[in-house]
């Protein structure tokens, strides 16, 4: 008699988790990624010809988010898509996830945690002018912030010096000082929220110019956590060779040295 067929367990594939952003930001996440769940293959695409995200009309941001996330994903086999954009995220989950058929994992500004690590009650959120004013982000403060004071500051400024410095290009401190300046008018303000997936790769550089310490709250390890459970069983943490990588512009020298030092290969173009 046939032994009966075990009840079947979840497959373990090899194929990659696809992460996101409109620049570099995404690596940021991959950071996260990378430390939690080492043996995990990951791709990345950025939509570097439309960078920056944060200052361009709704309408058209949805559009654009899902046409370079579907062109992506067929080209990496991807079995999971990791929105690694609070620009993206806040706006466009809903179209991602109808169009895809992969989970699809998205990235919020970190208000619940920074509300609960803030002693005083002020917290700051620095992102793009569009994550500041989403419908998204009224309801996350509402849910989760209610009671404290939340400081809003578009600071998209930072997001070409987060890129100046993956490529290995000098910051400029003015630009990070006028970014950060309107987070200090209050002096309660104890945390801050980094809203944007570029500036955690600045936290080092945004503390040193900071005129106090403050907690510096971000997505990453959340995200990571979260990869997780939707990867679950996960795969062996093997040695790799370098990831593939996608581009919807051309990338510097520099920047594929800075997509290297995250484990990733020189980005190919991505053809919409
Ligand atoms: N990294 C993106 C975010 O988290 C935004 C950068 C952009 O404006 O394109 O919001």
Not at 184 to 204: K, R, Y
Request: aromatic share 4%; glycine share 8%.
């Amino acid at each position: 008699m046939p032994l009966p067929t075990p009840a079947s367990e979840p497959s373990i594939t090899t194929d990659p988790v696809l992460i996101f952003d409109s620049g570099v930001g995404g690596l940021s996440v991959v950071r996260a990624l990378r430390a939690q769940l080492p043996g995990v293959p990951l791709a990345y695409v950025c939509d570097n010809a439309a960078l920056p995200y944060g200052t361009k009309a709704d309408d058209w941001l949805v559009a654009r988010i899902v046409a370079v996330c579907a062109a992506a994903v067929a080209a990496s086999g991807a079995r999971a898509l990791v929105v690694a954009c609070n620009t993206a995220s806040t706006l466009a989950l809903e179209a991602l996830r109808d169009r895809l058929a992969i989970p699809v994992v998205g990235t919020v500004p970190a208000i619940k945690p920074a509300a609960a690590l803030s002693h005083s009650g002020v917290i700051g959120l620095l992102a793009t002018s569009a994550t500041v004013c989403r419908p998204y982000t009224d309801r996350l403060i509402a849910d989760f912030a209610a009671g404290r004071t939340v400081v809003r500051v578009a600071a998209d400024t930072l997001v070409a010096q987060a890129e100046r410095l993956i490529a290995g290009e000098p910051v400029d401190p003015a630009a990070l000082d006028r970014g950060l300046a309107p987070l200090w008018a209050n002096p309660a303000l104890d945390t801050v929220v980094l809203g944007c997936t570029h500036f955690p790769l600045l936290e080092g550089v945004l503390a040193e110019r900071a005129p106090r310490p403050v907690q510096w709250v971000d997505s990453g390890a959340a995200i990571a956590r979260r990869v997780a459970q939707v990867l679950d069983p996960l795969p062996p943490a093997d040695a790799q060779a370098d990831d593939p990588a996608w581009a919807t512009g051309p990338v510097s020298p520099g920047l594929t040295r800075g997509f290297a030092g995250f484990g990733f290969g020189a980005p190919g173009l991505l053809v919409l």
